[in-house]
């Protein structure tokens, strides 16, 4: 190991905590965000100290290109430097700050501790503003057997994910859990498991097994299945499957799957595409509407979440690491800790890492409750493992977490309708195989959620199509992020659910807003044996106002009285989560709209809540831009609807007229809603039918 002078003599067992609680907004400056700027704020407590930064290191960017010549740890400061500077000289920014040529950091670089982490930041301030850059992150480990083992939480990351090190990272985490939380309770085994037995009794061989009401332990595969899908079990091979598999005939995956259940002391696998006969629908449906327990009760789920497909396998060796050896007071002894390079992106926000949304198999839907529902999980990532239970989450180089968002005891609290809500947004970005299986994948949660809420203070709900009866007006305002919703080809949910789209959905919750429409009845028609599963049919019958949807005309003069007379921009202070200062529709599949035919689609706007919001307008006087003037706004949140034939069996003239949903609109002007809210409060509002 060899140091440069100023790095021999930095205080790292010292240095300042880093000025998070100044932090007014982080801009991430690329689609990774491993290129990020903080920007902290005078009114929280900052000057222009540069103390506040942190501990002084180098003074240029020359000053750390020298010493990276020579001194191990300069040079992994100057690695991840030359990152950013790439992506700074180059003008790859996605980001709407001006940041390229414009606003550039010194290089002047301070060191802080880092908040969520043993290791520190390397920080720069910027040359026009009170802006500091994030230059680079480190993190500290000790080796397995060290004597700072009880101090330092992260370890050596070893590229092979079987080595004695890793595995027993893994027995430690297993447990501490079983101590500390409690083992898991032995109950009924899942319908069919495998049965791997061990390695010296098996022959090679695992069986699948009917389990027959039958007591144990098992563990659980969380896995992207790919595009092959060959190997599974059908009615043709059933009783090949009963008599025996040779292990060498499994996928990559499942040996892997079965390497591990038998490293942890397990007898018994449940694998979803080996346990459940895939070409009988009645099985399937009947099978997979039991997740929720199957997850629930395992010993351990193991997630592939670096495999793309079965036949990728998860134990494959990981990318190496570079650690460089630093010299460290603890509880002033000198002790020699471990320095490695942390991505940017996962030191300035830790729940990146937890999301782990860059593996494989975080863009499957269905893993999204397998995750929720297991009461511990060990991840197989592309670089580390990760282990995870009802009380925390841990990564083998250090990062930890308590009380972190996937599990389904801290989805439920506080308000468990908008936790679904949050639940739905992060199902929706991912990806399914089959488009019916929308609703399904998603059911063993449903299911779960609705346990909880007969067994808590919460009234028992209905679940309707991806919703919840009880206060569904409060989550009917949903719309595709980035304008990018897609219309399967079969029929999958009624227009007012999320469910009937595919794309990444935003849920806006309108419990704080005061209502203009009331649900009278909502009917919702299932297929199979799932009662949570997929649909076939539903409506909701809905007492609402019924206007015009404002003119192009209209809403460009809306645009332009937005910031009309002010010389810079207009703004919200008190934001509600949704845009108000945008009159567009946002429609559910822009490609079934042409924006020069909307005036002629005869599209009605249904209000369904209001509120109020601050604008501030921003101008400039004496060359300094500042707020001008302050404005109270109502705005009505509405779907906007298109009149359609009623369902196949329905009499036309006996019911309501009949809508479609296609979108929603912010519909503007204090006036106007205050008349919306003086006929809701006369009565005034006509029965529709949304189907």
């Avoid at 659980?220 to 090949?240: N, P």
């Avoid at 929308?438 to 949660?445: F, I, Q, R, V």
């Avoid at 959620?449 to 305002?477: C, P, Q, T």
């Avoid at 006036?671 to 009565?683: A, I, R, T």
Wanted: hydrophobic fraction near 35%; proline fraction near 5%.
């Amino acid at each position: 190991m060899t140091l440069c002078d100023l790095c021999s003599t930095t205080p790292f067992h010292t240095l300042p905590d880093f000025f998070d609680e100044k932090i007014i907004a982080k801009h991430d400056l690329t689609k990774d965000k491993n290129l990020l700027s903080y920007m902290p704020i005078w009114f929280l407590g900052w000057t222009t100290d540069r103390s506040q930064v942190g501990y002084a290191h180098h003074k240029s960017r020359m000053a750390l290109e020298l010493a990276a010549k020579h001194c191990d740890l300069c040079r992994l400061i100057n690695f991840s430097a030359c990152s950013m500077f790439d992506l700074l000289e180059t003008g790859k920014i996605e980001s709407p700050i001006d940041v390229p040529g414009d606003n550039m950091p010194t290089m002047e670089l301070f060191i802080s501790k880092r908040s969520d982490g043993d290791g520190f930041l390397v920080l720069s301030p910027s040359q026009k503003n009170d802006e500091v850059f994030l230059v680079c992150a480190i993190g500290f480990c000790v080796e397995y057997d060290s004597k700072l083992a009880d101090t330092i939480s992260g370890r050596v990351v070893y590229p092979d994910p079987t080595s004695p090190q890793a595995l027993g990272w893994l027995h430690a985490r297993l447990q501490h859990c079983n101590e500390v939380h409690g083992r898991p309770l032995q109950t009924n085994l899942p319908t069919r498991v495998l049965d791997i037995g061990d390695i010296e009794t098996s022959n090679g061989q695992i069986r699948l097994l009917d389990s027959q009401g039958t007591k144990g332990d098992y563990t659980t595969l969380s896995h992207c299945w790919g595009t092959s899908q060959q190997f599974t079990t059908t009615k043709a091979t059933m009783i090949d499957r009963h008599h025996g598999i040779s292990i060498t005939q499994l996928p990559q995956t499942f040996q892997d799957a079965v390497a591990i259940t038998r490293e942890v002391g397990i007898r018994y696998l449940w694998v979803d595409s080996l346990c459940i006969c895939q070409d009988d629908a009645e099985e399937w449906q009947r099978e997979s509407s039991k997740m929720a327990e199957v997850y629930a009760n395992s010993y351990l789920s193991i997630a592939a979440a670096r495999s793309a497909s079965d036949t990728d396998g998860f134990l494959a060796p990981r990318p190496p690491r570079e650690y460089v050896p630093l010299q460290v007071l603890v509880n002033e002894t000198p002790s020699t800790v471990l320095a490695f390079i942390i991505p940017n992106a996962y030191a300035a926000v830790g729940w990146r890492i937890r999301k782990m949304s860059h593996e494989p198999l975080s863009k499957r839907a269905w893993s999204l409750q397998e995750r929720y529902l297991a009461m511990r999980t060990i991840h197989f990532t592309s670089s580390q493992l990760a282990f995870e239970c009802n009380s925390g989450f841990q990564t083998e180089d250090g990062y930890s977490e308590t009380g972190h968002i996937f599990t389904l005891n801290s989805s439920l609290s506080p308000n468990i309708l908008s936790s679904w809500a949050l639940i739905v947004e992060r199902y929706s970005k991912r990806s399914l195989t089959r488009p019916s299986d929308k609703l399904p994948a998603l059911s063993g949660l449903a299911s779960s959620f609705h346990k909880s809420m007969e067994s808590s203070d919460s009234a028992a709900d209905d679940y309707v199509a991806g919703l919840w009866r009880r206060n569904l007006i409060d989550y009917l305002y949903w719309f595709p992020k980035k304008r990018k919703g897609v219309r399967p080809p079969a029929y999958r949910a009624p227009s007012w659910s999320w469910a009937a789209l595919d794309g990444a959905m935003q849920i806006q919750s309108l419990e704080d807003f005061n209502k203009l429409a009331k649900i009278e009845e909502v009917h919702v028609s299932t297929s199979g044996e799932d009662p949570l599963g997929e649909v076939s049919g539903g409506h909701l019958l809905i007492r609402s106002l019924l206007v015009p949807l404002p003119s192009r005309e209209q809403r460009e003069r809306d645009h332009a009285n937005n910031n009309k007379k002010y010389d810079h921009y207009t703004q919200e202070a008190s934001s509600t989560g949704i845009n108000t200062l945008n009159p567009d529709p946002l429609f559910d599949v822009m490609d079934e709209i042409d924006p020069d035919k909307i005036d002629d689609m005869n599209l009605v706007a249904m209000p369904i809540a209001w509120a109020c919001t601050t604008i501030n307008h921003f101008g400039s006087s004496s060359n300094v831009i500042d707020i001008v003037d302050i404005e109270e706004r109502k705005y009505a949140v509405a779907l906007i609807v298109q009149h359609c034939q009623p369902s196949v069996g329905e009499d036309s003239q006996k019911q309501p007229p009949c809508f479609r949903r296609l979108g929603v609109i912010c519909l503007q002007g204090n006036d106007f809603v205050e008349s919306l809210d003086s006929m809701k409060e006369e009565g005034n509002m006509p029965l529709s039918t949304i189907i």
